[in-house]
């Protein structure tokens, strides 16, 4: 199992940034990816992007492409994602969740951090 924990969270205004930061624990050596999630009132949470913890394979929701950058510090155990030009409707709780090896999907997750960006 491993252990995620979000910070960085947190209210802005349209246009600016805000970077999330997930600290990881545990089994990290059998981390295959790490992603992060968001879930807005009334809706369905829906992967944001993801990145493989051991190669530079990333992905991003058509909604975000460029505008956040996922990356990852190995050696710190952390991941992180940049927002920027943030809009109004990416306002949402953001989860970290990571997915083990040979797991099917992400089965680690943490607490999530709040994110709400004013018009």
């Known amino acids: 199992q491993v252990q995620l924990i979000e910070s960085g969270g947190g209210l802005v205004q349209a246009g600016d940034s805000l970077r999330l930061s997930c600290a990881a624990s545990?089994?990290?050596?059998?981390?295959?990816?790490m992603a992060w999630f968001r879930q807005a009132p009334g809706k369905e949470r829906e992967l944001v992007a993801s990145?493989?913890?051991?190669?530079?394979?990333?992905y991003y929701a058509d909604s975000v492409k460029g505008r956040f950058t996922i990356s990852r510090d190995n050696a710190k155990k952390m991941g992180y994602l940049q927002m920027d030009s943030l809009k109004p409707e990416d306002t949402a709780v953001y989860y970290c969740a990571a997915q083990g090896i040979g797991a099917s999907d992400y089965n680690n997750w943490g607490q999530g951090t709040q994110v709400t960006v004013s018009p």
């Open positions: 990145i493989r913890w051991t190669i530079n394979d990333r």
């Open positions: 545990g089994m990290i050596v059998r981390m295959y990816a």
